[in-house]
C-alpha cells in the first residue's frame, strides 16, 4: 500500500470516528489493513490456528477500542499495536482452544510451516529465496522486519507497537538490533551463494 493510499485510508476511518460511527471505521480497518495484519500476527506466532485465534481477538480488540483512538499516533500505529497485543495474550493463553501450548519451534523455528496457498502472505514471489532467508529468523526478528522494511514505521512507531507494559521497547535499541539483522542476513545470502549468483561449497 503507497504511504499516499494509506494516509487516505486513515483520514478516512478517523472522519468516520469523528462521526461517532465506529462500526464503519472498525469494518473500514479490516478492510485496509487486515491481510497485513493477519501476515503480521503469522509472523509472530507461525501457527495457523494460533493466528487465526489471534486474529479474531484483534478483531473483538478493535471494536471496544477503536472509539478511543485520539491521534496521539498514526492510525496503523495504533492497529498493530492491538494485533501485538492480541497474538501476546494468544501466547500467554497457550490452551485457549488449541489444547495444547505453543511450542519452541512454532514461536521461534528455523522454518515457516506450511500455510493454505490462498493466504496472502505465501503467494510467491520474486523475492522467494529473501522470504525463505527471513522465514529462518527468530519471531521477534521477523516482526521487527514488517514493521520496518514492509510498513515502512518510524523507529518510534515501531517502538510503540512492540512495547508492552512489562518490556517497554526503545527506538535506538532496535535500531541497533535491525542493523545488526541486516548484517546477518547479508551473511546469510553470501553463504547462500544469493549475492555473488552461485551457491557456496
Known amino acids: 500500500m503507497l504511504e499516499s493510499d494509506r ?6 476511518i478517523v472522519a468516520l470516528l469523528a462521526r461517532g460511527d465506529t462500526q464503519s471505521a472498525a469494518a473500514k480497518t479490516l478492510s485496509a489493513y487486515g491481510s497485513q495484519l493477519e501476515s503480521f500476527v503469522f509472523a509472530m506466532l507461525r501457527d495457523n490456528e494460533a493466528t487465526e485465534e489471534a486474529f479474531a ?3 473483538e480488540d478493535l471494536m471496544k477500542a477503536i472509539e478511543r483512538f485520539r491521534g496521539d499516533c498514526q492510525f496503523r500505529t495504533f492497529v498493530y499495536q492491538l494485533a501485538h497485543n492480541a497474538a501476546l495474550r494468544t501466547v500467554k493463553d497457550p490452551f485457549r482452544r488449541r489444547g495444547r501450548p505453543l511450542g519452541t519451534e512454532e514461536m521461534a523455528g528455523l522454518a515457516s510451516p506450511e500455510r493454505e496457498p490462498t493466504r496472502p502472505y505465501l503467494k510467491t514471489t520474486m523475492k522467494e529465496e529473501l522470504q525463505r ?24 512507531d515501531v517502538a510503540r ?25 547479508r551473511t546469510l545470502a553470501e553463504a547462500e551463494g544469493l549475492l555473488r549468483g552461485e551457491p557456496s561449497r
Open 7 to 12: 494516509a487516505k485510508i486513515d483520514a478516512e
Open 161 to 185: 507497537v512492540l512495547s508492552t507494559p512489562e518490556t517497554p521497547a526503545a527506538a535506538a535499541a532496535l535500531r541497533k538490533r535491525f542493523e545488526r539483522l541486516k548484517e546477518r542476513l
Open 57 to 59: 481477538q484483534f478483531s
Open 133 to 156: 532467508l527471513r522465514s529462518s529468523l527468530s519471531a521477534e526478528d521477523q516482526m521487527l522486519l514488517v514493521l520496518r522494511i514492509d510498513q515502512r514505521m518510524s523507529w518510534v
